[in-house]
């Protein structure tokens, strides 16, 4: 019984040996898992501010996109109100002259009809 005693203590010491070894494991385990729980946080919120400083320079160049566009625009329309108001002048122009030559052509074809007849 003595021998079975010892045999059991052995076993019993080899297995606290066994316990203490794996709760080194699990800590160390634990401290991994920290560092890197930390280290990917910290990756992340840098990667979040590159991302936001790209998201920052794509607005700003959307604007200064917008914003050429919108002056191209601007002198586009003000070009053509100004081509407008020249045309619509000529127009102007081109109908007096029409209803003149008209008038008088009227008038002249009158006297001369009329002078025919007499």
Do not use: P
Request: charged share 30%.
């Amino acid at each position: 019984m003595d021998e079975q005693s010892r045999t059991s203590q052995t076993q019993i010491l080899e297995i606290k040996k066994d316990l203490e070894h794996l709760k080194y494991i699990l800590e160390e385990l634990e401290k991994d898992k920290e560092f890197l729980k930390d280290h990917f946080t910290l990756k992340n919120s840098q990667r979040i501010e590159d991302i936001e400083k790209i998201h920052a320079r794509m607005d700003k160049h959307c604007q200064t996109e917008l914003d050429y566009h919108q002056a191209v625009r601007d002198k586009a329309t003000s070009e053509h109100n100004s081509m407008h108001k020249r045309i619509s002048g000529v127009e102007r122009w081109i109908w007096i002259f029409c209803g003149g030559i008209t008038v008088i052509g009227a008038l002249l074809g009158k006297s001369s009809f009329s002078g025919l007849l007499n």
